[in-house]
Nanobody, 121 residues
Framework: QVQLVESGGGLVQAGGSLRLSCAAS????????MGWYRQAPGKQRELVAR???????NYADSVKGRFTISRDNAENTVYLQMNSLNPEDTAVYYC???????????????WGQGTQVTVSS
């Protein structure tokens, strides 16, 4: 089994910063990609930032220049540094991983439980 455990959400004022962490654990053979999605009330879940093996990154246009994704390969952990937060960033943030599991063929997608980020104006 694989688990993704997130931490770092909370309440912050506009212009502030937060850092999210997501640690993957379990029978992981290799990680193809890890990243963050978010879902605001009444909206669809959307990609925020993603890091693909080889350190290629993708960012949503709305967060470019403000958010930075990074990864600790040795710890199977991905971080999201969020700066210059604004109320539109308020959402539940979900960690996502696409990885290969020991003893099984193919790649599988996993989600964390979500962490709330609230930005007050």
């Amino acid at each position: 089994q694989v688990q993704l455990v997130e931490s770092g959400g909370g309440l912050v004022q506009a212009g502030g910063s937060l850092r999210l962490s997501c640690a993957a654990s379990g029978s992981i053979f290799s990680i193809n990609a890890m990243g963050w999605y978010r879902q605001a009330p009444g909206k669809q879940r959307e990609l925020v930032a993603r890091m693909i093996s080889g350190d290629s990154t993708n960012y949503a246009d709305s967060v470019k220049g403000r958010f930075t994704i990074s990864r600790d390969n040795a710890e199977n952990t991905v971080y999201l540094q969020m700066n210059s937060l604004n109320p539109e960033d308020t959402a539940v943030y979900y960690c996502n991983a696409i990885l290969r599991v020991v003893g099984r063929s193919g790649s599988y997608q996993y989600w964390g439980q979500g962490t709330q980020v609230t930005v007050s104006s």
